[in-house]
Structures are given as structure tokens and as C-alpha cells.
């Protein structure tokens, strides 16, 4: 019986030191994430324009004014701006054109004016929306902008002053870097009673123009 008992504890001690020297398991290895796939992306490259930082534009203008009564005629003048920032710049401008006939003057054969000289001088404000390009092909494009203006100025006509105020709608384009190309359509408004009743007119004008920047 003894000899039992000794051989039951014997074998119940081999097998706890079996246990706890027994090799601990290995632990997972990381699952391999894979290659990763990179974007075959053709980048392309982007010459940015080279606009002059300088806020000066001095420049000159022609085309047609239309002025109420006296019929279209050809104008031209200056113009220079100073821009204050990115969107806002201010503006003044000096611009001569000839009357035509009105008609009264062509049904009663008479002169209402000897003198119809029209010249008009005005300071403006302007604020520039809508940027964008326009291109010419595929390998040219122009940064361009829409801006509205308006402000007030003088304008002489048969030998009187008037005050006015002018509204308008203009287009420019950078051609260059300090060459600007501006396409404008301005209303030049005022009050005169040189056909005998006094009332507000409008003349209509619309001219292309060259400034540059220094």
C-alpha cells in the first residue's frame, strides 16, 4: 500500500514539472498589409501669371458716345486709376467728343449751340468681380475681371458746366503682365434745359482702351 501511495506521488510530481516547463506558444504574426497602391497621376505644370504688383494704370481710350438729342459721335480721352486693393481701385478720367444735330436743329433748320464741344471729367470708384480667364487655344490663357464703377465729375457742353454722375460696366483683360485691355459701357447723366425744357439725359458711351502698369 505504501508502495503505491510512493508511486502515485512520484508520478503526480513528474507531471507538474512537465507542466510548468512546458514551451509557451509563439504568438501570431502580423497579417501582411499588402501593397499599397499608389495613384499613377500625371502632374502637370502650372505657370503662374506674372501681373505687376504696382498699383498705377495710366492709360487712353476711343470709341462711341451717344448723347441724347445730339446723336453718336466718336470719343476719346485718358484715364488713370490708382487700385487701393485686390477688389477696389479708384479712377479718373477726362474724355472729349463733338454734338451732332439734334433734331430740332435738323427739322427747323436752326442752331440751338455753335459751340458742341462735349467734354466731361469725372473721379470714380470701382470694384472688381467675378475674376476669371479667357483663353486663346489651348496654350494661352488671359486673367481677366468684370468691375462695376461709378462717381461724379463735371461735364461742359455749349458753354455751360453741368455736374454729373456716371454708371458703368467694364471688362479687363491682362494681356501681359503690365499691359491691361478694358472694354466699358458708361451712362454719364445730368440735368440741361438747352432745348428750351429742362430734364435729365443720358448719354450712352462705349470704347475700348490700353492702360499699363507701373
Not at 502515485?8 to 512537465?18: D, E, P, Q, V
Not at 499613377?40 to 505644370?45: E, I, L, P, T
Not at 478694358?182 to 490700353?210: I, M, P, Q, S, W
Amino acid at each position: 500500500m505504501a508502495r503505491r501511495i510512493c508511486i502515485l506521488l512520484l508520478t503526480t510530481a513528474l507531471l507538474g514539472g512537465c507542466a510548468s516547463w512546458r514551451t509557451p506558444e509563439p504568438e501570431p504574426a502580423p497579417e501582411d498589409p499588402g501593397r499599397i497602391i499608389e495613384p499613377a497621376v500625371q502632374r502637370r505644370d502650372i505657370v503662374q501669371p506674372k501681373i505687376d504688383t504696382e498699383n498705377f494704370e495710366v492709360g487712353a481710350f476711343g470709341g462711341i458716345m451717344s448723347l441724347e438729342d445730339f446723336g453718336a459721335n466718336p470719343v476719346y480721352g485718358l484715364r488713370g486709376a490708382y487700385h487701393i486693393s485686390e477688389d477696389l481701385f479708384i479712377e479718373g478720367m477726362v474724355g472729349r467728343t463733338e454734338a451732332g444735330l439734334s433734331s430740332i436743329e435738323e427739322l427747323a433748320n436752326v442752331r440751338v449751340t455753335q459751340n458742341r464741344d462735349y467734354t466731361y471729367y469725372n473721379i470714380n470708384f470701382g470694384y472688381n468681380f467675378l475674376p476669371g480667364e479667357i483663353f486663346l487655344g489651348r496654350g494661352r490663357a488671359m486673367p481677366s475681371t468684370l468691375y462695376v464703377i461709378g462717381g461724379v465729375g463735371g461735364t461742359r457742353f455749349a458753354g455751360d458746366d453741368f455736374f454729373t454722375i456716371n454708371l458703368g460696366l467694364g471688362l479687363r483683360i491682362l494681356a501681359t503682365d503690365w499691359l491691361g485691355i478694358h472694354f466699358d459701357v458708361r451712362d454719364h447723366r445730368f440735368a440741361t434745359d438747352l432745348l428750351g425744357k429742362r430734364k435729365a439725359v443720358n448719354n450712352l458711351e462705349g470704347h475700348l482702351g490700353f492702360t499699363v502698369f507701373f
